[in-house]
């Protein structure tokens, strides 16, 4: 049963236009969003994050948008650039504790800028 | 600037040895976690620890234990290896649960 899901294992996108990375999730109680940038043999890092209580968060070239009557959730990098090259991955948090939260992951975009 | 530091970064085991992998955070977090990534799975949650000299079961903890030696130090042990332990294996960290997660560079893990 995946909770999260990345529905596009690839995309192409020329340099300096818009990518689009989208994740959809089916658990209500997930209360906060991250998107993790990944590159070969080296861990996720984590590039943006969204409260469940917002639409819309931005950080310079990135901005992520959550629609939760949909359960979706989307990542938009504006321009594309070839150092944007690697697999996103979306992940949604629930609480455990006080301190500590479960992040549940998709499986991965892999998206490649292309001159 | 080390962050969260994974070691080894790879190791070849036989069926049935016993390995500890090993993390470090120098971020001062309260809570770090494990998790494994198979081949076109996203990460799964093994075990974590909320706070030190507090352990928790994840989504995956068979055949795994693990040791919050201190606040900074977060193990994972294999007792008896299995090939289906064959994985990537990330440690991570954060200090609150509404914060973003940090991970190491992972150890890769092979059992023969």
């Known amino acids: 049963d995946q909770q999260v899901k990345q529905n596009s294992p690839s995309l192409s996108v020329q340099e300096g236009r818009i990518s689009i990375l989208n994740c959809d999730y089916t658990?209500?109680?997930?209360?906060?969003f991250l998107w993790y940038k990944k590159y070969p043999a080296e861990g996720p890092t984590f590039l943006i994050s969204i409260s469940s209580i917002k639409d819309k968060n931005e950080d310079g070239r990135f901005t992520v948008f959550l629609n939760k009557s949909a359960k979706h959730l989307s990542l938009h990098i504006v321009p594309s650039q070839p150092g944007d090259s690697a697999v996103y991955f979306c992940a949604a948090s629930a609480s455990l504790t006080g301190t500590a939260s479960k992040l549940t992951f998709g499986t991965g975009t892999r998206l490649q800028v292309t001159l | 600037n080390a962050g969260v530091t994974q070691t080894p970064k790879f190791q070849v085991l036989k069926t049935g040895q016993s390995m500890t992998l090993q993390c470090a955070q120098d971020?001062?977090?309260?809570?770090m976690y494990w998790y494994r990534q198979d081949p076109g799975m996203g990460l799964r949650l093994i075990y974590y620890?909320?706070?030190?000299?507090?352990?928790d079961k994840g989504e995956v903890p068979n055949g795994y234990n693990v040791s919050r030696l201190n606040k900074r130090e977060f193990s994972l042990r294999l007792e008896s290896a299995a090939p289906s332990q064959t994985s990537v294996y990330f440690c991570a960290s954060s200090d609150w649960e509404d914060q973003p997660q940090h991970f190491g560079d992972g150890t890769r893990l092979s059992i023969l």
């Open positions: 658990n209500s109680m997930f209360d906060y």
């Open positions: 971020m001062n977090h309260n809570s």
């Open positions: 620890s909320a706070s030190e000299g507090t352990t």
